[in-house]
């Protein structure tokens, strides 16, 4: 199966905003994608270039196999987009819009649709003007998935919604992966709730791409360690290895962020500063998340 | 995409509600067109031909419209070879309805040729262009109802060029809607009519930031704010009641504040290719007559009514947050409506004696002047019909960036036109001493309830509204 989203030296300006500069990218099939970065930093456009909403000022962008520009039926049928808000006719039911969203997709799951209806506690009677923004945003989930989208593009999808209807979110999210086998690229903030779904990550910083790997590949790259001091010593106020990149606590016990060394340095790290590191364990995203800015910044 | 979908798309009981009140609407300018000129012979292809098809387009387009220019729509699969199906098919039969009936009343003229006007009026609404800014659609609509007037006011006239020029009309006509059509459906002006500010995506963190900064760089050195306060909002004073109508109506962007010049302008160029139809002297004629017709009350209420109604609007405005008590905000209301009204029939009543004076002193034909009666009998049928049209628009809290706007209009047009008829048969009564006695009570009582209906609005309405799509009962 090719990759759903390919993008070479994409570049989009507005005006002299620079919001994507020369990003090339290669999204594997069948993957959750994580879409990280700080505010700003072009992840809604690309999304929007992803879907053909906005066109690329230099570079290419392809979208199922096909310029997102020209995105036709068949690609269409097969893309879902949930978007941050305005996806509705506000003087429709949520029923009759969902009635009007099946119309144009064949194989629209209406099972599915009623499943998530009940599980995220949304009434089909209600008027589209009278829902809450949580729910405005569970109406936007489930026209994005009930006609088994190939490759889901989701902004910001939990950005309004409660931690029960995350939860429920991202259990459905799971199961849309086993059954329907596609692509989701999901964009959020909430770094500890993504990461249970995830198993890519790509960040981006001002427009740039750090960082495209599989998460648990980054999660063996980085690590924490718990270092207590040799009886008899205290540890350095700054660790001078440029492979420490963060440091909290005091002299008697510290708590650091590092990109894993070989075990040859571990050793000598141990050594020349008379430290025991008596605790590794992964960082979960929220913490990898400034350490891969912050090394992008360094090796700028 | 079935016929059931498109149903519910078509919303018909909406539909057939605005296709009844825009009838009326257009019913009562008849009405009027026929008390101007004394034109009273009407018929089928001015109501067929014309009202009927843009009635119907109006409506409809809408519906149509909506979801091609929803953000989802480029996401939906083939949605406009779907809507353009079946739109295709629901204006072809509004065509055939219409063309048959024109048929029925006047078989002379030829069938393809009415029906390529009628399929033009039919779509003639829907292309996007009209939208580009969005007050201009209101100008295109002026633009229809000024065609439409025209053809009401010279169907023989019209008539009289189909038949003479069947072929060229009917070519032209047909080449128009297939234009509008295609135009609107085909795939690429899809992408060309999104309405971008709207899509979700594009209302990111960046863009965002983009417009703060442009409109920061702006700002500096082109756009005006409102002016500032320069008194103590809380002091009660003439003053500050004074700066919240210039606040209001200064507080505007810059093609805001030129529309109603605009609009003006349109209509005025609209009522000089009316009066071009006739020669000098006819001009002059329909000119006099124009004024004598609005000399009289019944007319003149008319168009204050509906003038008034739609700028007192501003003030409901939910933006509008001002600094002055909730008190204070009813009492600036009222009084603008009041002030509103006196020195709209000053102005237009001194216009229409200055203008009678200038085509009876050319012509010595007699004077017409404003007496003090009539003056009397407007300030009164004013007030009485304002506010309670006024009295409506608080208690279903229609406002100005609400869809309801068109139905207030069409409120008015409709009051208007039946309080015509009633002073237009009773008139003579206002000129006795009971009837003038009867006019003080009116304007008494109406002004009395009307102030309790504003200060009772102010006092329990959400200034926020947080559904304006719809124009809401009480909160």
């Not at chain 1, 989701?184 to 910083?205: P, R, T």
């Not at chain 2, 040729?113 to 295109?140: C, H, K």
């Not at chain 2, 500032?228 to 109506?249: C, E, K, Q």
């Not at chain 2, 009633?422 to 000129?431: D, E, G, K, Q």
Request: glycine share 6%; charged share 15%; with cysteine.
């Amino acid at each position: 199966m090719t990759s759903p989203l390919v993008t070479y030296q994409l570049n989009k300006t507005f005006g002299a905003h620079q919001a994507l500069g020369a990003l090339t990218l290669e999204i594997p099939f069948g993957r959750v994608v994580g879409l990280i970065g700080r505010n700003g930093s072009g992840k809604t456009t690309l999304l929007n270039l992803a879907c053909g909403l906005l066109l690329p000022t230099l570079g290419t962008c392809s979208t199922l196999g096909r310029p997102s520009g020209e995105l036709a039926a068949p690609e269409l049928s097969v893309l879902g987009i949930v978007a941050q808000a305005g996806q509705f006719i506000n003087w429709m039911t949520v029923a009759q819009q969902l009635q009007f969203h099946a119309s144009f997709y064949k194989n629209w799951d209406q099972p599915r649709e009623q499943r998530l209806l009940d599980e995220l506690d949304l009434n089909p009677a209600r008027k589209i003007d009278e829902l809450s923004p949580g729910d405005l945003q569970k109406l936007g989930i489930i026209l994005g998935v009930c006609h088994h989208p190939k490759l889901l593009l989701l902004d910001e999808p939990m950005s309004a919604l409660d931690p029960i209807a995350r939860q429920s979110l991202l259990k459905f999210l799971l199961d849309l992966v086993r059954e329907d086998e596609g692509t989701i690229i999901i964009s959020s903030h909430l770094l500890s709730d993504v990461e249970k779904i995830i198993d890519w990550v790509v960040c981006l910083d001002r427009g740039e791409l750090a960082v495209s790997a599989p998460y648990d590949e980054l999660q063996e790259r980085y690590a924490e360690w718990i270092v207590t001091p040799a009886s008899g010593s205290e540890l350095p106020r700054k660790f001078a290895e440029p492979w420490v990149l963060a440091r909290e606590g005091d002299s008697r016990r510290a708590r650091l962020q590092v990109r894993l060394p070989s075990s040859e340095t571990i050793a000598q790290f141990s050594a020349q500063h008379s430290a025991n590191v008596i605790d590794s364990r992964p960082l979960n995203l929220e913490q990898l998340f400034p350490l891969l800015i912050n090394e992008r910044s360094l090796a700028q | 995409m079935n016929w059931r979908v498109y149903l519910t798309l078509l919303r018909p009981w909406h539909s057939a509600q605005m296709v009844g009140l825009l009838f009326m609407l257009f019913f009562g300018l008849r009405m009027v067109v026929i008390n101007l000129l004394g034109n009273t012979e009407g018929n089928a292809l001015a109501g067929w031909g014309f009202v009927m098809p843009v009635i119907f387009g109006f409506v409809l387009t809408d519906a149509v419209r909506a979801p091609m220019h929803h953000p989802f729509g480029m996401f939906l699969p083939d949605l406009r070879r779907h809507l353009a199906r079946w739109h295709l098919g629901t204006m072809g039969t509004l065509t055939l309805l219409c063309t048959g009936m024109i048929w029925k009343y006047d078989s002379a003229l030829p069938p393809l040729t009415v029906a390529g006007i009628v399929a033009v009026l039919n779509l003639i609404l829907l292309p996007g262009i009209w939208q580009v800014i969005g007050r201009v659609s209101q100008l295109f609509v002026l633009l229809v109802l000024g065609i439409l007037t025209i053809a009401m006011v010279f169907p023989e006239e019209l008539r009289l060029s189909i038949l003479a020029h069947p072929w060229s009309i009917g070519l032209g006509a047909w080449a128009l809607a297939w234009f509008f059509f295609h135009g609107v459906f085909s795939c690429r002006s899809g992408k060309r009519n999104a309405q971008i500010p709207y899509l979700p995506f594009i209302s990111s963190s960046i863009s965002t930031r983009k417009k703060a900064e442009k409109s920061e760089g702006r700002t500096s050195s082109k756009v005006k704010h409102p002016s500032p306060w320069t008194t103590t909002p809380s002091d009660g004073s003439l003053r500050a009641w004074l700066d919240v109508p210039h606040y209001v109506l200064t507080g505007k962007n810059l093609i805001g504040s030129f529309m109603p010049l605009l609009r003006l302008c349109v209509l005025g160029g609209l009522s000089a290719i009316l009066f071009a139809q006739n020669d000098s002297g006819e001009i002059d004629r329909v000119l006099y007559r124009f004024v004598w017709f609005y000399q009289k009350p019944d007319n003149l209420i008319f168009w204050i009514v509906i003038l008034n109604s739609i700028r007192t609007t501003g003030f409901l405005q939910p933006s509008c947050v001002y600094p002055i008590s909730r008190a204070q905000q009813a009492k600036v209301h009222y009084l603008n409506f009041v002030i509103g009204m006196i020195v709209k029939i000053t102005a237009i009543g001194t216009t229409f004696v200055l203008v009678a004076w200038f085509v009876a002193n050319r012509h010595d034909w007699p004077r017409p002047m404003l007496g003090v009666v009539n003056l009397f009998q407007m300030l009164a049928w004013l007030f009485a019909v304002g506010s309670l049209l006024q009295g409506i628009s608080l208690r279903y809290k229609i406002r100005q960036n609400t869809n309801a706007q068109s139905i207030l209009l069409v409120l008015a047009f409709i009051c208007a036109v039946i309080f015509s008829v009633f002073v237009a048969t009773h008139l003579t009564f206002i000129f006795s001493l009971t009837g003038v006695a009867c006019l003080v009570v009116l304007i008494a009582t109406s002004q009395y309830v009307y102030y309790a209906v504003v200060r009772r609005y102010f006092r329990k309405m959400d200034f926020i509204m947080l559904n304006p799509s719809r124009s809401g009962s009480a909160p």
